[in-house]
T-cell receptor, first 116, second 114 residues
């Protein structure tokens, strides 16, 4: 069975600084990987996902994540954060790729707090 | 186009009371999901419905029942509420299944069981 570990429960950072939110997954088979974001008092929204192809995936608001199969990681990065990026970020995994799967396994979340 | 809607937004129950959380989506999606979100535990899947007429248990189904009333609506019922069910509940939908497809979430229901 798959599992997801988000190593940091909270990440404080100043505006315009770079940030990395770490995510490691545990699976013996190939999987699909996602990052979802939850702004205060809202539901989750998809930020980006890796299904196949290029291991570097990008979102429309400047975040990127790189699938690293050897390290079983899918870390989320942004070179310069804004106050508006303050939110909780969830890494999620589904799979195995050989099956049709309808379910995601979510990590416990990382709260990104951006300070002015 | 409202996306995924949930009612009610807030609810307070006493132990042993019952209630139904309602969820509807207007995107003609096949799959629908119920999650609960607790501090430090992320989102955990309660039940899901891969298509109209089917439902399956997720990670934490005990104490809950669901009904996929039609393609649009997926309700979650607590027959006898317990304090351990105090949580924020999210409904979500996706077209081809959350495994590869984007899930769209509702705004959530904050439930407190006293």
């Amino acid at each position: 069975a798959q599992s997801v570990t988000q190593l940091d429960s909270q990440v404080p950072v100043f505006e315009e600084a770079p940030v990395e939110l770490r995510c490691n997954y545990s699976s013996s088979v190939s999987v699909y990987l996602f990052w979802y974001v939850q702004y205060p008092n809202q539901g989750l929204q998809l930020l980006l996902k890796y299904l196949s192809g290029s291991t570097l995936v990008e979102s429309i608001n400047g975040f990127e994540a790189e699938f690293n199969k050897s390290q079983t990681s899918f870390h989320l990065r942004k070179p310069s954060v804004h106050i508006s990026d303050t939110a909780e970020y969830f890494c999620a995994v589904s799979g195995p790729r050989s099956y049709n799967t309808d379910k995601l396994i979510f990590g416990t979340g990382t709260r990104l707090q951006v300070f002015p | 186009n409202a996306g995924v809607t949930q009612t009610p937004k807030f609810q307070v129950l006493k132990t042993g009371q019952s209630m139904t959380l309602q969820c509807a989506q207007d995107m003609n999606h096949n799959s629908m999901y119920w999650y609960r979100q607790d501090p430090g535990m992320g989102l955990r899947l309660i039940y899901y419905s891969a298509s109209e007429g089917t439902t399956d248990k997720g990670e934490v189904p005990n104490g809950y029942n669901v009904s996929r009333l039609n393609k649009r609506e997926f309700s979650l019922r607590l027959e006898s509420a317990a304090p351990s069910q105090t949580s924020v509940y999210f409904c979500a939908s996706s077209d081809k299944g959350a495994g590869t497809d984007t899930q769209y979430f509702g705004p959530g229901t904050r439930l407190t069981v006293l």
